[in-house]
Nanobody, 125 residues
Framework: VQLQASGGGLVQAGDSLRLSCVGSGRTFSGYSMGWFRQAPGKEREYIAGTRGSGINIYYTDYTDSVKGRLTISRDNAKNAMFLQMNSLKPEDTAVYYC????????????????WGQGTLVTVSS
């Protein structure tokens, strides 16, 4: 079972990026999935998550620091999750991780079972 995160890069403040997280070895459509990030010298933090709340309906959650700028989505046919990041700021510079789990507690890091390797996003001012 593997999650592969990609899409990071070096951008300027105000630019956009779209991160992808593709799963293999298991179907993740029934899983809660989340995005975390770890900035240099800081602990890893939760930023966004999604979990099922009905047939083909998913609940999404964002921290205040990213709400309105980042959008999480998923494509079950591709076994994938995405993070559209707009209006990027230098403080968004971090390694971004995707994760999947079976708990409804999206914000609890220990609730996730599987983790991607991380993709680096660098935002210059």
């Amino acid at each position: 079972v593997q999650l592969q995160a990609s899409g990071g890069g070096l951008v300027q403040a105000g630019d956009s990026l779209r991160l992808s997280c593709v799963g293999s070895g298991r179907t993740f459509s029934g899983y809660s999935m989340g995005w975390f990030r770890q900035a240099p010298g800081k602990e890893r933090e939760y930023i966004a998550g999604t979990r099922g709340s009905g047939i083909n309906i998913y609940y999404t959650d964002y921290t205040d620091s990213v709400k309105g700028r980042l959008t999480i989505s998923r494509d079950n046919a591709k076994n994938a999750m995405f993070l559209q990041m707009n209006s990027l700021k230098p403080e968004d510079t971090a390694v971004y991780y995707c994760a999947a789990g079976l708990s409804s507690e999206l914000r609890r890091e220990t609730a996730y079972l599987y983790w991607g390797q991380g993709t680096l996003v660098t935002v210059s001012s």
